[in-house]
């Protein structure tokens, strides 16, 4: 994977803190000086899940899976739905 340096301190030590699907953009938390650089272009879609349908950025749910009589309750165990900008759906 491609080093995405801070564009504030020019720090390599950036995490994912979130993205966007549409347009497609990624944001990257600098762990040296909390600057959150935005980052476009193709390297985006090699940093965050893709869908494996069409390839597109795909938004991530957690959602509680029901427990047997239909009724979700808080501390039930969470899947993770991603949804794709062309409403592709994927179960992680
Ligand atoms: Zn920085
Ligand atoms: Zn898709």
């Excluded at 000086?33 to 899940?49: D, E, K, L, N, Q």
């Excluded at 069409?54 to 047997?68: F, H, I, T, W």
């Amino acid at each position: 994977m491609d080093e995405c340096p801070c564009g504030n301190c020019g720090s390599e030590r950036t995490r994912v803190s979130g993205w966007s699907v549409s347009p497609e953009m990624v944001y990257l938390e600098c762990a040296d000086c909390g600057h959150i650089t935005a980052v476009i272009g193709p390297s985006v879609r090699r940093m965050v899940p893709t869908c494996p349908t069409c390839g597109k950025l795909v938004r991530l749910e957690l959602v509680r899976v029901p427990a047997s009589d239909g009724f979700v309750r808080a501390g039930d165990p969470c899947v993770r739905r991603a949804t794709c900008e062309d409403g592709h759906v994927v179960w992680l």
